[in-house]
């Protein structure tokens, strides 16, 4: 049976979008709130690192889109790709992973997380460790010259202007993604078949059959005189 007949790999790709789309959305909420005190502040941290990892999601997904026109779309899908660099950075380096190197240029970076008077304070280390891996992940993206590409100097969260600087630059990129995601939905959405209840009936033998094994192939079948039966 082809895939085409139930759109698995089409409406995969959509609900991938929606999926995407909402996940952003919820972490630039997240990023909206009052920072208050040592507790917000972590919070903030670490839905920053998270928001990186949705970003970089977005970039494989531009990556594998298959819509060809309106040339605007083709342009802003550019636009995005050349965008998310930065983003595909910081989620290898210190938000899909911990890079052994980066932790420690972010120790080196960040030598209040070891003083004596904070010694025993976890609460402090996590805050500090927070901020020196976000930190220490914008600013190891450089150029050729080993300038950051981005703010073209070393970033400090804890200096108001470059505070700003960073979340300002996040809010546009969100804003971005969120807009290339809305177009993507728009576009493919008259394409997607949704079931009535006579199909539901098939689709649901079908759903029966689904192969769990990711590794194997996946095989399905319906015959309309055997399974009425």
Not at 173 to 199: C, F, G
Request: proline share 2%; hydrophobic share 40%; charged share 30%.
């Amino acid at each position: 049976m082809s895939d085409d007949k139930y759109q698995f790999k089409k409406k995969s790709y959509y609900l991938k979008l929606l999926l995407l789309k909402d996940e952003l959305n919820y972490f630039h909420e997240m990023l909206l709130l009052e920072v208050k005190d040592t507790a917000s502040w972590i919070i903030m941290l670490r839905n920053t690192r998270q928001i990186f990892v949705v970003l970089n999601n977005v970039l494989e997904a531009a990556n594998k889109t298959t819509i060809r026109d309106p040339e605007e779309y083709v342009d802003k899908t550019r636009r995005l790709r050349k965008t998310l660099l930065f983003t595909n950075h910081i989620r290898n380096k210190a938000a899909g992973h911990y890079d052994d190197t980066l932790l420690e240029r972010a120790v080196q970076w960040t030598p209040t997380l070891f003083s004596s008077e904070h010694k025993g304070n976890e609460e402090f280390q996590i805050m500090e460790g927070q901020r020196a891996i976000v930190e220490t992940s914008i600013n190891s993206f450089l150029d050729e010259e080993y300038i950051q590409k981005v703010f073209k100097a070393a970033i400090d969260l804890m200096y108001p202007p470059d505070f700003d600087l960073f979340y300002e630059y996040i809010w546009k990129v969100v804003t971005e993604a969120l807009d290339w995601l809305t177009l993507s939905l728009s576009i493919l959405s008259p394409a997607i078949k949704y079931y009535d209840q006579e199909e539901m009936n098939e689709v649901s033998i079908i759903a029966g059959q689904t192969e769990f094994n990711l590794k194997k192939q996946s095989k399905y079948y319906y015959n309309d005189d055997v399974f009425k039966k």
